[in-house]
């Protein structure tokens, strides 16, 4: 049980520790009570089979280590749990109640080891990370002192980082701006999460429930990382997609702003590249194959009745209930087709003849490969030469052509030229380079 604590992204997806149980006591309002603040500790201990304690404890025994003093204790607790739970209202000092916390980390440790006895505390004392912390803190002070009513909450909370753990005062930091609805700056929340990313926390620590100001929306490709829009909804329908419906999976594609994006971008994105094909002269028949084989037939819409016009209408649709509801300025622009048409389409070319014999779906409805890449070509001429070659890229991964490395070096050009992320070809085709 006992192990480093980073990264924590290993084990967790959310807040842990100490400042998860600040949290579960905001989140619920009637739990104020002494036993109900026992109950949703002992809660946070039990998470993954005990595992929860070990955080927990950590986190309470490097507060109780140091020489803090108990208004300084104090004024972090209430500020990061919102004032849902003051131990001074049961009689007890704010150091009494980390010491009860404590407990119940061992207790619940000890139902493994029943000879557990808690380690020397390991605070996070590294200048660097300790100073940027600071940085942070100071940066937001103003902020900070005008949303809460605690007195000297900044001081305190720079003296947890500095006198007690740099990494549980970057967290209670985290709580207060959250439980202090203080509006935090894109710019700025980008760099607590690089910071939080320093510290080993999951995105989830930084982002969920901070009030960002986040830009307009828009269909840049900046922080984009993997597939995107279309392709990547196809991604979603193949090798036995795990969703109850088809809607469901457009409703996981539309979530796929990642913590970085202004949300709404993918929806955005993916609305812009059915557009693009339902603006387009392509035909229902060339949509309706390319859906197919962007999918290797996850979700045959032909067997259900579906034409691809009218999947796309569908998807287009849910794109903009989205865009109402999460980006409701946002107004979609006339998308312009990329350059690079020629070089897309010699790429297609000159994989077209290994295409040729090879089929999609070998025993369910198949479909010919030499026939996908000639709606590819339409998609480059008379659609997007983007939208073509992420399609591309798709189907050549479903029918497992084999490439050279100076095709993927080639690729890797024309992902430059169209802004996509670094590891898109890295999850697309990167497996079919044939080493030398």
């Known amino acids: 049980m006992i192990r480093e604590r980073f990264p924590y992204y290993d084990l967790y997806v959310s807040d842990f520790g100490l400042t998860a149980l600040t949290e579960g006591l905001d989140l619920a309002d009637s739990r104020t009570d002494l036993d109900a603040a026992v109950r949703c500790a002992t809660e946070i201990a039990d998470w993954f089979e005990g595992e929860g304690a070990v955080e927990l404890g950590e986190d309470a025994r490097r507060l109780l280590a140091s020489d803090l003093p108990e208004h300084v204790l104090s004024t972090v607790w209430l500020s990061s749990t919102g004032r849902a739970f003051d131990p001074g209202h049961h009689g007890m000092s704010c150091r009494a109640w980390l010491e009860q916390v404590s407990d119940v980390a061992t207790a619940r440790l000890r ?10 505390v390991r605070p996070v004392r590294d200048a660097v990370l300790c100073r940027a912390v600071v940085v942070e803190l100071r940066a937001m002070a103003a902020a900070l002192a005008g949303a809460s009513a605690l ?3 900044v001081d305190a909370l720079e003296q947890v980082v500095t006198g007690a753990d740099g990494d549980l005062g970057m967290r209670l930091f985290l709580r207060t701006l959250k439980t202090q609805s203080v509006p935090v700056p894109y710019e700025r929340y980008l760099r607590l999460q690089e910071l939080g990313g320093q510290f080993g926390f999951p995105a989830a620590v930084v982002h969920d429930g901070l009030d960002i100001l986040w830009p307009a929306v828009s269909t840049s490709r900046w922080r984009l990382h993997g597939d995107f829009g279309l392709s990547r909804l196809a991604g979603l329908f193949t090798a036995g997609w795990h969703h109850r419906t088809p809607g469901q999976a457009v409703e996981h594609a539309l979530v796929g702003d990642g913590y970085e994006r202004p949300p709404g971008s993918e929806a955005a994105v993916l609305l812009e ?10 035909s229902d028949h060339a949509i ?45 622009a006339t998308p312009t087709p990329a350059g690079g048409g020629d070089e897309v389409l010699r790429e297609i070319r000159e994989v077209a003849p290994l295409a040729v014999g090879t089929v999609i779906s070998p025993a369910f409805y198949p479909l010919e490969g030499s026939k996908v890449m000639e709606a590819l070509e339409q998609v480059v001429v008379r ?8 399609l591309f ?39 079919l380079v044939q080493r030398t």
């Open 111 to 120: 139902q493994e080891k029943r000879s557990y006895v808690p380690p020397p």
């Open 151 to 153: 007195p000297d909450l």
């Open 273 to 282: 590249d059915t557009r693009r094909v339902l603006d387009s002269g392509l």
């Open 288 to 332: 309706t194959l390319l859906w197919l084989a962007a999918t290797d037939r996850g979700y045959n819409i032909d067997r259900l009745g579906i034409g691809g016009r009218e999947w796309l209408r569908q998807v287009a649709d849910r794109c903009e209930e989205n865009l109402s509801a999460v980006a409701p300025a946002y107004v979609p």
């Open 383 to 390: 659609v997007d030469p983007d939208l073509g070659f992420r």
């Open 393 to 431: 890229l798709r189907t050549a991964a479903i029918l497992g052509l084999p490439l050279t490395e100076e095709q993927f070096a080639r690729y890797g050009s024309l992902a430059s030229r169209f802004h996509y992320g670094e590891q898109h070809l890295l999850f697309t085709v990167h497996h």
